[in-house]
Structure formats: structure tokens, C-alpha cells
């Protein structure tokens, strides 16, 4: 009996279906817990009337969608609709309200005979993600509806407690007192889209290479040394190939032309060098076993970095966080969505994976050789 319990293959099943038990729950989590929390929207109140101030504050005292409480909402309040773009272009926001400066004066114009409709600005950051910015414009569609419609309410209400007739001009105007104006500040192209999910087919190939180089052995240490030298001038020129050629391969396959091109590419194959080195190092130790978990990892982390950071746990954010995958996704997200370079926690955290691969491949070569390699 202790016999057969000590025999590996009898717990190995057991232990493989718990890893993907395991895997699954994880997997499945993100997509099923769909609630974002505290999404940050801003609204620009660039009026001075008190009609302005009043609208600004019975909007940011709404904090969820008239229909769903799958979103929360946190407001910012600006002045400056030029301050706002510029923090958008940060990625800091989703989706705007803007009150103009002439709204109290051209509201009031209403029961005048020069009336002049007021002006509501929808702003959506579309370069945050196409799902969550087509909830965030559903949402604040139906709050200005429901202001236009309250504003419509009042207005009327306050002009039949002044007189007994409404002319008819006005009644129409006083119905529908505001014009509701979006701008979308990045509408997505087709090959941004496939730039977006591609960082999948840039890892998986990084992946490939690391195995490939990690593939061969040398009997002395010196060789080993000579080898890696070799191996890491390898990993840099098919850095190169991977982070130019595939965004080239892309432009010429779609006709179109890529932006930023030169930034693009250099960011993509500091990312593939970072890859290749640190799948390298971890396959150094711990060998072909490593294989399946990165293929998993690889999969898993397409839908964990492309949902809404707002809808995440505490658990669920710091693994988006630490994936390497990651600064790819945000890196690759910058340049390509608003014209500027990955930040530098971004380019940290890909030169912190090189070292960390770099150790992993390093020590790895004062390993003694297996029997099999020994006896060679």
C-alpha cells in the first residue's frame, strides 16, 4: 500500500487536474465579474452662471448609468476643456461632459425671440478600449437626455406659471432645449485594432526563439559562456526581425500606413529581446516543463490585459500588473493610441525582466550537467 502511494504517476493526475481546475477558475473569472468600479470620467464646466454650476453638480451627483448597475462612475470636475484633453491624451480618463462657457446665456435665450439652443459636449476617449467606451457613451447619452428632459420640464413649468399662452416657436424650443454634440477623440482603424491584440503573435514567436536557443548544450564552462555570448547577439537580431518585420508585414498586408513606425518597432523588439531572454532563463531551470505554462500564461494574459483595469480586484490587477506581457499591451497602447512613448515604468519594467532573465541564464550555467550530457 505505501508502496503504490509513493509512486509519482499516482498523484500526477490528481495534481494536473487541479492545476487546470485551477487555470480554468482563473481564467473565467475576469470574464463572468464584469462590475467596473469608479470609472474615472471628468466633466469641463467652463460656465459661469449659476445654471452651469447647478447642471455640473446634479451631474457629478450620478454615479452609476440609468440602466445598469454593472458601472460605477467618479467624477472630476475641470475648468479648462484644453486641461482635459491634455490629461485624456495621459489615459487618465474615458469619457467627458462638457458646459460650455456661453450655456446659462443661451438657456436663458430660450423665451426670448432670439433663441439659441444650449450646447452639451459628449467627449469619449475611444483609444481606452472600443467595449468600455461604447458603455461609457451609452451612459452619458441617456444622462443628457434625462438633463434635456428635466431642463424641458422646468423651463416650461416656470413660463405657463408666467403666462397663460406659450407661442408656438417657443413651446418647440422650451421642448427640446439642448443640442447634445459628441467628438470621439481617436476613432480606431482597422490595423490598429490588429496592432492592439497582436502582441499575442509577438509573444508566442519570442517564445519559440527562447525555446530554440535554449536548446543547446555545452560540456565546459567556457563554451557555455562563448555559446551565450552568441546566443544573445542572436536573441538581439531576431529582436530586430520580430519587432520591425511584423509591424512591416502588417502595413504592407493591409495597405495602410503605420505611424510612429520607427518608434513602434524599436519599442516591439526591446520587448522581444525581453521575452526571448527571460523564457531563456526560465527554461535554463526548471526545462520542458516550462513549455506548457508559458503557452497558458500566453492565452491567459490576452483577455486579463485587454479588460477595463476598473473592473479587476485587488488580485486580479496586480497579476495584470506583473505580467510581462503587460508592457507590451501598454506600451504598444501609447504609441499607437495617442502619439506618445511607453512610460517609463513601462521601459523599467521590460529592462527589470532582461536582468531578470539574464541571472536566471547566467547562473544557470554553473548547473551541474544531467547523466545524459555527462556521459557524452
Known amino acids: ?57 446634479q451631474i457629478t451627483g450620478t454615479t452609476s448609468s440609468s440602466n445598469s448597475s454593472a458601472m460605477s462612475i467618479k467624477w472630476t470636475v475641470f475648468d479648462s476643456e484644453k486641461k482635459l484633453l491634455k490629461d485624456m491624451n495621459r489615459e487618465k480618463y474615458y469619457g467627458a461632459i462638457v458646459i460650455p462657457k456661453d450655456f446659462s446665456e443661451k438657456l436663458q435665450s430660450l423665451t426670448a425671440p432670439n433663441a439659441q439652443k444650449a450646447e452639451l459636449k459628449i467627449i469619449i476617449n475611444q483609444g481606452m478600449g472600443t467595449t468600455v467606451t461604447t458603455q461609457v457613451n451609452t451612459a452619458l447619452t441617456q444622462m443628457t437626455t434625462q438633463l434635456n428632459n428635466k431642463l424641458s420640464t422646468n423651463l416650461l413649468q416656470n413660463v405657463a406659471n408666467r403666462s397663460t399662452s406659450i407661442p408656438a416657436t417657443m413651446a418647440l424650443n422650451l421642448s427640446n432645449p439642448l443640442t447634445i454634440k459628441k467628438k470621439r477623440l481617436i476613432k480606431l482603424a482597422i490595423w490598429q485594432m490588429v496592432a492592439h491584440i497582436s502582441f499575442n503573435r509577438y509573444g508566442l514567436e519570442a517564445m519559440l526563439l527562447g525555446f530554440a536557443f535554449s536548446k543547446i548544450r555545452f560540456k565546459s564552462l567556457k563554451e557555455k559562456f562563448s555559446a551565450l555570448f552568441v546566443q544573445l547577439i542572436a536573441a538581439g537580431i531576431s529582436a530586430l526581425v520580430i519587432g520591425y518585420g511584423v509591424p512591416a508585414l502588417q502595413s504592407w498586408i493591409l495597405d495602410v500606413n503605420i505611424p510612429n513606425f520607427t518608434e513602434l518597432g524599436l519599442f516591439m523588439s526591446l520587448c522581444a529581446f525581453a521575452f526571448i531572454i527571460f523564457i531563456n532563463g526560465v527554461e535554463s531551470w526548471v526545462g520542458i516543463i516550462s513549455i506548457p505554462v508559458f503557452m497558458l500564461l500566453l492565452f491567459f494574459a490576452a483577455p486579463l490585459l485587454t479588460a477595463v483595469p476598473e473592473s479587476l480586484n485587488g488580485f486580479y490587477s496586480t497579476l495584470a500588473d506583473w505580467l510581462p506581457m503587460s508592457y507590451m499591451y501598454r506600451g504598444v497602447k501609447s504609441i499607437m493610441y495617442f502619439n506618445h512613448g511607453p512610460a517609463n515604468s513601462v521601459v523599467m519594467g521590460l529592462i527589470y525582466t532582461i536582468i531578470t532573465g539574464l541571472i536566471l541564464i547566467i547562473t544557470a550555467q554553473f548547473k551541474k550537467d544531467n547523466k545524459k550530457e555527462g556521459s557524452n
Do not use: C, Q, R
Open 1 to 57: 500500500m505505501l508502496k503504490l502511494l509513493k509512486n509519482k504517476f499516482l498523484w500526477l493526475p490528481i495534481i494536473v487536474a487541479l492545476f487546470i481546475g485551477a487555470y480554468f477558475s482563473i481564467t473565467a473569472i475576469p470574464s463572468t465579474h464584469v462590475k467596473v468600479n469608479d470609472l474615472p470620467i471628468a466633466i469641463v464646466n467652463e460656465d459661469s452662471g449659476v445654471t452651469g454650476e447647478n447642471l455640473a453638480k
